[in-house]
């Protein structure tokens, strides 16, 4: 267990609150060229310069302020190696605690004024190498709202508590306290449901996925008529939002099935997947009664690191499971991607 948890969430909810007012108010004051710049691009995703703003906060707030009550190693993309040890000195070995942070989730759409993006962060019991997403114990989600946006919310959950969550009125900086609460359609007809693709290398496959299975549990479109819809949101985070929040019944990232087959649309070149960090808040979505899995239907885990390709599926509730699982892993299965 995590030692006094509810002071450690406190300190979090105070750091989300900086990243998110500092890349708000670097969002405001810079120019869109600057920010959507490639500062940094290796095997990994490319970092922007937006993502340089939240990382100087990041690790000065950790090392000052957590750090001395919860010796940690802190992994996140963009520190040198992927990790760092605090208080600085300590071994691995000595640290209490693991924290997996996104420190901007959803940063194509933040510095192009498209769509929130999301601080995601997850806390573990330190199992050193053998830490794994299932282990989170503590996780906190909060939006960075574009700068024409005045509501923003924030989203936490233990692994003994429910979720909670806190609507801040950016205008007049009061907060409240709201309920969200997963879709209880028992279809997906009529609401939102997504496969992800995102991006160039195997769309045209997860298109055609993606209508298989529709087609399949909703029949073939009425004329003049839309069964159901989708949203492209390139956010992970903000993609369990939207189910937790009820307003998507059903999501599918199945991008590391394409890796893991070799399969990809024929001259092109399957690119990057969701990684741990993505989905280090997955936590907040059971605990508000989100059903995952990952891209094979077994229980939703992952390793805790910054590097592997993880897939995952959200349904809404069980019935919404129900219509769909079935058919979209027998898709999956006569695809060869099973």
Request: overall charge negative; glycine content about 8%; proline content about 7%.
């Amino acid at each position: 267990m995590i030692p006094d948890a509810p002071r450690l969430l406190e300190l979090l909810k105070t750091l989300h609150g900086e990243i998110r007012d500092t890349v708000v108010a670097a969002c405001e004051q810079s120019a869109l060229d600057d920010l959507s710049g490639v500062a940094h691009d290796d095997e990994g995703d490319t970092i922007y310069a937006v993502d340089r703003v939240s990382e100087a906060v990041l690790v000065e707030f950790f090392a000052a302020q957590i750090a001395p009550r919860w010796p940690l190693v802190l992994q996140a993309e963009g520190l040198p190696g992927g990790l760092v040890l605090l208080p600085e000195g300590i071994s691995q070995e000595e640290a209490t605690i693991r924290v997996l942070v996104d420190p901007i989730d959803g940063t194509r759409g933040l510095m192009y004024q498209k769509r929130p993006a999301w601080v995601l962060t997850g806390v573990a019991p330190n199992r050193g190498t053998n830490t794994r997403l299932q282990d989170i114990e503590l996780a906190l989600m909060t939006e960075i709202p574009l700068v024409k946006q005045h509501l923003c919310d924030m989203l936490w959950a233990s692994s003994t508590s429910p979720s909670e969550a806190l609507r801040l009125n950016r205008l007049t900086g009061e907060t409240r306290p709201i309920t969200l609460h997963a879709s209880r359609a028992s279809s997906v007809a009529h609401g939102f449901a997504t496969v992800s693709r995102f991006f160039p290398g195997v769309r045209e496959t997860l298109a055609a996925i993606d209508e298989a299975v529709m087609r399949h549990v909703l029949g073939p479109p009425p004329p003049g008529k839309a069964q159901c819809f989708e949203d492209q949101y390139i956010s992970s985070g903000g993609q369990l939002y939207e189910l937790i929040a009820g307003h998507d019944r059903f999501i599918a990232d199945l991008r590391p099935l394409f890796k893991a087959t070799g399969t990809t649309t024929p001259g092109t070149f399957q690119g990057i997947c969701c990684h741990p960090y993505d989905l280090c808040t997955a936590l907040v979505a059971r605990q508000a009664g989100v059903i995952l899995t990952d891209e094979r239907g077994q229980p939703f885990d992952g390793p805790f690191d910054i590097e592997a390709d993880v897939g995952w599926i959200g349904y809404a509730n069980e019935a919404i499971r129900t219509q769909i699982e079935p058919v979209l892993l027998a898709e999956l299965r006569q695809r060869g991607l099973l």
